[in-house]
């Protein structure tokens, strides 16, 4: 079983930066995909983006060209570095493993997702 832990929220102002992490442990042969989501209390969780098994990505059009996730096989870790942020973008983070889809062709169909952590919290203030 993957167990993934998720570290790095903070707050900051419109325009930041901030640099999550995913530290996955458990089953590390990286067999899955793993993908970042945003949850907001009484709204859907919002996929942000997915990297596949061999590090390629594929991203929400909200964070396009502003996230830029990457992932260390070595490392068993998953970053989401998030630039020009908004208020928008407030919530909390999850990152998840999907071991049914290694290449994120799921994406951006986030419904069946089993596994993710606890979440790490997000908040940009205008």
């Known amino acids: 079983q993957v167990r993934l832990v998720e570290s790095g929220g903070d707050s900051v102002q419109s325009g930041g930066s901030l640099e999550l992490s995913c530290a996955i442990s458990?089953?590390?042969?990286?067999?899955?995909?793993i993908v970042w989501f945003r949850e907001v209390p009484g709204k859907e969780r919002e996929g942000k983006g997915c990297?596949?098994?061999?590090?390629?990505?594929k991203y929400a059009d909200s964070v396009k060209g502003r996230f830029t996730i990457s992932r260390d096989n070595i490392k068993n870790t998953v970053t989401l570095r998030m630039n020009s942020l908004k208020p928008e973008d407030t919530g909390t983070y999850h990152c998840?493993?999907?071991?049914?889809?290694?290449?994120?062709?799921?994406?951006?169909?986030?419904?069946?997702?089993?596994?993710w952590g606890q979440g790490t919290l997000v908040t940009v203030s205008s």
């Open positions: 990297v596949d098994h061999n590090r390629k990505t």
């Open positions: 458990g089953n590390t042969d990286n067999a899955y995909s």
């Open positions: 998840a493993a999907d071991s049914s889809d290694v290449w994120c062709n799921n994406w951006p169909d986030i419904r069946f997702l089993e596994v």
